[in-house]
């Protein structure tokens, strides 16, 4: 008897879960998703926070400069890194709207141009070096550089440090029996804020990476 009560008891939850996101379609689930605190409004928040890292073009400022952007060295590694991290998001959004045209997506005009700028950098770099001296290319030296102000090492903690706190922002109170059928549809399998969900673990495994 308990067994058919809590099977009974099932089925009327499934079906009262059923009634609530009838007639929710996906352009609303869409509009939700972005409302304050929202998995898309996290996401895209995590989005533009590496994107504002990568904005400033690459400037080259003496020796240090030149040998820190060889390929492997510090600062061509923490710009990779972070073009890593705004690609990650920016796709991520993609995936959970469709709509959306962040920069940074791959293949996107902002990724490939700043791709070239770093690949450019690291030419330049390696054109340079034969000016440099040891003391100048000491690995000390060079980590003590890319962690200046407008370096790119402290651009890219300062951008996964953004990215955690955007991600990790909790989600709002359970809303007013209004708003239940918005949140219920977009949190299905496929919907807006299970992608965004998604792209968010994504984004975090990534930023835990780099803090």
């Not at 352009?27 to 898309?40: K, L, R, T, V």
């Not at 959004?93 to 962040?102: I, K, T």
């Not at 980590?143 to 903690?157: D, I, M, N, P, Y």
Request: include cysteine; proline fraction near 4%; aromatic fraction near 6%.
């Amino acid at each position: 008897m308990k067994i058919i009560t809590i099977a009974y008891a099932l089925f009327i939850i499934a079906s009262v879960e059923a009634s609530v996101i009838a007639n929710v379609d996906s352009s609303a689930s869409h509009h939700f998703c972005y409302q304050p605190g929202e998995a898309c409004t996290k996401l895209k928040r995590a989005a533009e926070a590496a994107a504002d890292a990568l904005a400033e073009p690459i400037a080259f400022a003496g020796k240090k400069h030149h040998f820190c952007w060889q390929r492997g060295e510090a600062c061509t590694k923490a710009k990779r890194d972070t073009l890593e991290l705004a690609e990650t998001a920016a796709n991520a959004l993609v995936d959970a709207d469709p709509s959306a045209s962040p920069c940074y997506a791959t293949g996107a005009s902002c990724s490939v141009a700043k791709r070239e700028a770093i690949d450019a950098a690291e030419k330049l770099a390696a054109a340079e070096s034969t000016v440099l001296n040891k003391r100048e290319a000491d690995p000390e030296a060079l980590h003590h550089f890319c962690w200046q102000r407008g370096e790119a090492c402290t651009k890219l903690k300062r951008a996964a440090e953004a990215v955690a706190e955007a991600i990790a922002e909790p989600f709002p109170e359970p809303e007013p029996e209004a708003k239940r059928k918005k949140h219920h549809f977009c949190w299905q399998r496929g919907e807006a804020c299970t992608k965004a969900k998604r792209g968010m673990d994504s984004v975090g495994e990534v930023v835990a990476k780099m803090i």
